[in-house]
């Protein structure tokens, strides 16, 4: 599993950018406000989006799901701040090669930790989106809001008539 994300990552590996696991988010982030607007944000724009108010709720979450391709964590947290739920990712052979993307107001404490990628708060969407599409692995398109939005066509029924 190990080298599979890896090659992923690198870009040697190539998928379906439909293939949920690769467009897969976990946001990490104690203000529910922001959690929210994040949330709804990514998957308007094509993402599958798991959240979690803090770093415990996301080691829980993270035992019960597949690994995401990327996460999204806030430093300021109750009960597990950032800086402890990258530590505690770090043993994880798996988790510690998923991308991470640090989203805090204190910009100095965050560029201290090992991290992909570092936005000050408050968030410029434009910003983030840019940032995500960077880290994700194997430079993942995500799908744009009108494909997210978009409905198979409905079939109109076909009138059969038996043979006489």
């Known amino acids: 599993m190990v080298e599979f994300l890896d090659s992923l990552r690198h870009g040697r590996v190539k998928f379906m950018e439909s293939d949920p696991?690769?467009?897969?988010?976990?946001?990490?982030?104690?203000?529910h406000d922001t959690r929210v607007t994040l949330r709804q944000t990514l998957e308007t724009e094509g993402f599958y989006v798991f959240s979690a108010a803090n770093g415990a709720q996301a080691l829980a979450l993270l035992q019960r799901i597949k690994p995401p391709s990327l996460i999204l964590i806030d430093l300021m947290m109750p009960l597990m701040n950032g800086e402890e739920f990258l530590r505690a990712i770090n043993v994880d052979p798996v988790l510690r090669l998923v991308p991470i993307v640090v989203v805090s107001a204190f910009t100095d404490e965050a560029k201290r930790l090992v991290a992909n990628a570092f936005i000050q708060k408050p968030i410029d969407l434009k910003l983030l989106l840019r940032v995500?599409?960077?880290q994700m692995p194997g430079q993942v398109t995500r799908r744009t809001p009108l494909e997210v939005t978009r409905r198979p066509p409905v079939r109109e029924p076909v009138e059969t008539r038996p043979q006489t």
């Open 21 to 31: 696991l690769l467009n897969t988010i976990l946001i990490i982030e104690d203000d």
């Open 132 to 134: 995500i599409d960077e």
